[in-house]
């Protein structure tokens, strides 16, 4: 599809085996090591993106799937989340966070803010409590055929 749509050069793909899964820890804090080991992954598959390139991250939360957007060079994050409009997970925005030090730090990024600008977008609600991985597929099926854009509505 890629091939096809000529604007595989716009897209980095990061296999969610490799960043693990977030899953709950015992209160509200995750060990600094998992956060740490997945940042440091995650920041690795950043490096060498283009000004132009997103990265695409599905991601699973503690038994669902959400789809994070990753635009390292304009310091942007956004969320979809099939079950809209649950608040996101507090764990995965602190590993996404790190990431973007860890980044930041490789490229030598001196004028990079503390915090990159994180937005939840609204997009299609799962009907159930078992389709979060079809409709995050869905999701990266949106972007991939529009270049880039997240119009929503056209779902």
């Known amino acids: 599809m890629l091939k096809k749509q000529k604007n595989s050069h716009r897209f980095r793909f990061v296999d969610p085996y490799k960043i693990g899964y977030v899953r709950p820890m015992e209160g509200k804090t995750m060990k600094g090591n998992q956060i740490n080991q997945r940042a440091q992954v995650l920041a690795k598959r950043l490096v060498g993106t283009s000004d132009d390139q997103i990265c ?22 956004c969320l979809l989340d099939p079950l809209f409009p649950r608040i996101h997970d507090e764990r995965w925005q602190t590993v996404v966070d790190m990431t973007l030090k860890l980044f930041f730090a490789e490229t030598k990024n001196t004028k990079a803010r503390k915090k990159p600008v994180w937005k939840v977008m609204k997009a299609p609600k799962q009907p159930d409590g078992m389709q979060c991985g079809f409709f995050v597929l869905r999701y990266m099926r949106q972007l991939i055929q529009f270049d880039g854009s997240l119009d929503m509505a056209s779902m």
């Open 56 to 77: 695409i991250v599905p991601c699973n939360v503690g038994d669902h799937w959400i789809l994070t957007i990753i635009n390292p060079h304009k310091e942007e994050v």
